[in-house]
C-alpha cells in the first residue's frame, strides 16, 4: 500500500505529551497519512479521533490504513485553521496534535512540485482544490514581491538578485519545471557544497511553498483559539519543521502561559525546551533532523 513506509516523526513523544491514555476525542489538525492517528488508536480503545487534511491523495491513504478504527474516526478535508467552525464537542477533547511538515509522500511525488530533486511540474499545492501554484507565482508576481517573499519565508540572502534573475529570465521563457527553478538557484547564489550548509534551492522552494499554501497564516491566532477552547487538562502539540513556524509557536505558548492583559495564565507549558529527534531516530528518518515537539496543558 501506498504511504506502509511512512515514519511518523517523534511519535513516542507526542503521545507521551498528547497523554493519550486517557478517553475522549483527539483532533490530528495535520492528518497526513495517518501514522500519529493510527498508533493512537491502537493504542487506546477508547480514543474517538478527528482528522483533517488540505491533501486528498494523504487522506485517501489515511483512510485505507485507519479504516479498521471506522466506528471511531471522523476524517475531513480541510484545512486545520477551519477547525473551529466544525460541530466539534470541544468538552471532550483531550488532545490536539498539529504536525507542520511536509509529508516523504508528498515530497517523493515529482508531480507535487515539492522538490528540487526531481523533475516535475512547479506545483506545490497541498490543496489540490486552490488555483495558486508556484509556476503562476514566478510569473506572476512583481520583483520586490518575489524578493519579499524569498527573503521572509526562505530567509535567503540573495533574495533580490534572484528576483530580478527570475523576473528577466521569465520574459524569455516562462517557468515550469522544477530543473528551471533549480538551475537558476545555482546560477544566482553560485552554489558549493559545503558540510552543514544546505542548499539554496531547500531556501527557495520553502518560500515558494509557505507562500503558496499560506502556512504561516494566522497560526498564531488558530493556537489561540484551541487553547481557549480546550477544557481543563486538555493538552496541544506542535510539531514545526523551520523557524519561521517554531518561533509562531513559541512565542504564541509563551504568552498564553504568562499572565497579560489583565488575565491569568491558561497553559502550562509541558516542553521547557523543544523535544527533538534521537539520534536514533535521524538516522532512521533523515529528514526529521529538523523536527521541533512543543507541547502545553490547558490550566
Not at 477533547?93 to 508531480?111: H, M, R, T
Not at 512565542?251 to 488575565?263: C, I, K, M, N, V
Request: with cysteine.
Amino acid at each position: 500500500m501506498i504511504g506502509q513506509g511512512h515514519i511518523p516523526v517523534l511519535l513516542e513523544e507526542v503521545l507521551q505529551h498528547l497523554n493519550i491514555e486517557r478517553e475522549g476525542i483527539y483532533i490530528d489538525c495535520t492528518l497526513g497519512l495517518g501514522g500519529h492517528a493510527s498508533a493512537l488508536l491502537q493504542r487506546n480503545p477508547g480514543a474517538e479521533l478527528i482528522g483533517l487534511d488540505r491533501d486528498e491523495r494523504s487522506l485517501q491513504v489515511a483512510r485505507e490504513r485507519l479504516r479498521d478504527f471506522a466506528d471511531r474516526i471522523q476524517i475531513f478535508h480541510s484545512d486545520f485553521r477551519f477547525l473551529p467552525e466544525l460541530e466539534v464537542d470541544f468538552s471532550r477533547v483531550k488532545g490536539v496534535l498539529v504536525d507542520l511538515g511536509i509529508s516523504s509522500f508528498q515530497l517523493d511525488d515529482p508531480e507535487r512540485g515539492f522538490s528540487f530533486n526531481q523533475e516535475g511540474p512547479l506545483d506545490m499545492r497541498m490543496d489540490q482544490r486552490a488555483k495558486t501554484t508556484a509556476a503562476r507565482i514566478l510569473e506572476k508576481y512583481s520583483e520586490p514581491h518575489l524578493a519579499q517573499v524569498f527573503f521572509e519565508y526562505g530567509e535567503l540572502r540573495q533574495s533580490r538578485k534572484l528576483a530580478r534573475a527570475i523576473v528577466s529570465k521569465r520574459k524569455i521563457r516562462k517557468f515550469e519545471s522544477t530543473t528551471q527553478l533549480f538551475q537558476i538557484v545555482e546560477e544566482v547564489c553560485h552554489w558549493r557544497a559545503q558540510k552543514g550548509k544546505s542548499h539554496p534551492a531547500a531556501r527557495v522552494f520553502q518560500a515558494l511553498r509557505i507562500e503558496i499554501n499560506q502556512e504561516l497564516q494566522d497560526l498564531g491566532d488558530f493556537l489561540r483559539e484551541i487553547a481557549d477552547r480546550l477544557p481543563a487538562g486538555g493538552r496541544i502539540a506542535f510539531i514545526s519543521f523551520h523557524s519561521l513556524e517554531d518561533r509562531i509557536v513559541k512565542h504564541t505558548l509563551t504568552d498564553l502561559a504568562s499572565d497579560g492583559e489583565g488575565r491569568s495564565p491558561i497553559l502550562k507549558i509541558l516542553t521547557k525546551k523543544p523535544i527533538t529527534p534521537s539520534a536514533p531516530e535521524v538516522e532512521a528518518n533523515f529528514r526529521s533532523r529538523s523536527a521541533k515537539l512543543r507541547a502545553a496543558e490547558k490550566l
